[in-house]
């Protein structure tokens, strides 16, 4: 690919940042509408779960199938598909007659939103090919995640309460638009120059037992769990996850590479992400059905509440990002995890929806503890690996992050509608909904804790030394020598703020920033 001015890598920036901010924008979103569309669709608390899961259970499984196809096809050419199956799915999501076709149509964004924030790092890693330039660029990347959060709410709480939550998914036409012509102006076309081979066994395999699982848990409350139905799944999903456990080490270029988790740092950060990530999608689904059910509040007003947690998510990404580039992920990952426990504790034993005081508390220390905990959980993954398998490593990074949300909205909501079955609708909803909501809360704070213990584990010199030996491990006997993946003071590798920080040029499977 030819070198580009410095003003046409800017705009090739812009563009990547438009398609996140498509993706992360359309999450938080939707969380504040959530009441609105089931009242108008009749949705149970499962149904409102797969509105979000049938997104996020989508991209998990297609973000690395997306990442290698964009390498050996072209990463403009996904790029674009990317773009215009995401705009049409948010289109068809505006006019979805009914709750299985809104879930149908979510699905379609999906696919598009697999093919674009993987896709956009690649562009990134090799429009951006001087470290420090690169470390700045993902800085930006980043912080419009931070952005998303902050805006979503209330962009989305302005447009449900004026026009209804259907024009929730209409933002996303312009920007999608506007984005496909950009990219077909000005972004290069790039490919990898060794692509790794498909591998649709190990594709089925993830599918099957991510989907299985999350059916199992989230209609468990409604079926029982154990109803032949329920059990049937939880075994599919078991028999998927053995077969991929027995014949990826068979394929020379395995989807995913088990030999990964040998070391402590990467294993430590696929822990991390599903843990941050499932308590994330657990907290927004819970406080938005809070605000707006138990309290009553708008959808405006339900978003101006959360914003506290916005802001802080906003302020303490590039912060946390600079502490990954200076010290390491281990400060960053601590406070992390302290922040989001905490936050968990409040809400669990102490009531803290009772007051506004002790309910902002346990938002501002939510949003220090996910904002500092986005940033360095690439930089685990990655710390000690060879460049070569970089990128490799960031993307199942990146899918942790997705199965996360997946399972924290199907567990915690499947938790909660055990607790309010037979309320919705009644008198005793309003304040019953709180003592339901407990035994969800003690999970969020699970969570929390796991990235407390997970990052002071994999963080110290007996995790780098586990994962020095991967990267010998996995640096092919005839290669040349390449230095691993930096990280630690003064690495440039590990400072940006986003995902993929690290991957090389070559890297095509980049993550996507959150969400």
């Not at 289109?91 to 879930?103: H, I, K, N, Q």
């Not at 149908?104 to 420090?132: C, D, H, K, W, Y």
């Not at 769990?225 to 014949?247: D, E, K, T």
């Amino acid at each position: 690919m030819p070198e580009l001015s410095h003003r046409r890598k800017l705009l090739v920036l812009a563009i990547c940042c438009m398609s996140l901010l498509l993706v992360s924008l359309d999450n938080t979103i939707l969380n504040v509408a959530l009441p609105s569309m089931q009242r108008e669709l009749h949705a149970s608390v499962s149904g409102l779960q797969w509105t979000i899961d049938a997104y996020t259970l989508v991209l998990a499984s297609l973000l690395m199938l997306s990442g290698s196809t964009a390498d050996r096809i072209g990463r403009r050419r996904v790029f674009k598909i990317g773009l215009v199956l995401f705009t049409l799915g948010s289109a068809l999501c505006s006019v979805a007659p009914s709750l299985e076709s809104l879930v149908a149509f979510r699905m379609v964004q999906a696919v598009g939103g697999s093919m674009l924030n993987p896709v956009a790092m690649s562009i990134i890693t090799n429009t951006f090919t001087e470290p420090r330039e690169r470390a700045r660029a993902i800085g930006v990347w980043g912080a419009v995640v931070g952005i998303s959060m902050a805006a979503g709410p209330l962009i989305g709480g302005l447009l449900v309460d004026s026009v209804g939550w259907r024009s929730i998914f209409w933002i996303n036409l312009p920007i999608g638009v506007a984005a496909l012509l950009l990219t077909w102006r000005y972004v290069p076309e790039s490919r990898a120059p060794k692509p790794r081979r498909p591998d649709p066994v190990g594709q089925l395999l993830v599918i099957g037992a991510l989907g299985a699982l999350t059916y199992a848990i989230i209609e468990a409350p409604s079926a029982g769990l154990a109803s032949p139905l329920i059990v049937s799944f939880a075994v599919v999903a078991a028999l998927c996850l053995a077969g991929l456990v027995l014949y990826e080490p068979r394929r020379a270029e395995p989807l995913i590479d088990l030999r990964f988790f040998r070391s402590a740092p990467f294993s430590g950060a696929t822990v991390i992400a599903v843990s941050a990530f499932a308590a994330l999608g657990g907290f927004l689904f819970l406080n938005t059905l809070y605000l707006q059910n138990v309290r009553g509040l708008s959808a405006l007003h339900a978003g101006l509440y959360m914003l506290p947690m916005a802001a802080m998510t906003f302020l303490c990404a590039p912060v946390s990002g600079r502490l990954v580039g200076s010290r390491g992920p281990r400060l960053p990952l601590l406070i992390a995890g302290v922040a989001m426990t905490a936050s968990g504790v409040l809400f669990a034993a102490f009531d803290a929806e009772r007051t506004n005081a002790l309910l902002f508390t346990g938002y501002v220390l939510f949003g220090l503890g996910f904002g500092m905990v986005n940033a360095p959980i690439t930089n685990t993954a990655v710390s000690g690996m060879p460049r070569s398998q970089a990128g490799v490593a960031a993307a199942v990074a990146s899918t942790s992050r997705q199965i996360g949300q997946t399972l924290g909205v199907a567990v915690i909501g499947a938790v909660l509608a055990g607790g309010v079955a037979g309320m919705i609708g009644s008198a005793s909803y309003r304040t019953g909904f709180t003592d339901a909501s407990h035994p969800a809360w003690w999970i969020i704070t699970a969570c929390g804790a796991s990235v407390l213990v997970v990052g002071a584990l994999t963080s110290g010199s007996w995790a780098s030394r586990t994962a020095r030996d991967t990267a010998r491990l996995l640096e092919p006997a005839h290669a040349p020598a390449q230095p691993p993946a930096a990280t630690g003071s003064g690495s440039t590798a590990g400072s940006g703020s986003g995902p993929g920080s690290s991957a090389g040029p070559e890297s095509g499977t980049g993550p996507d920033s959150r969400a």
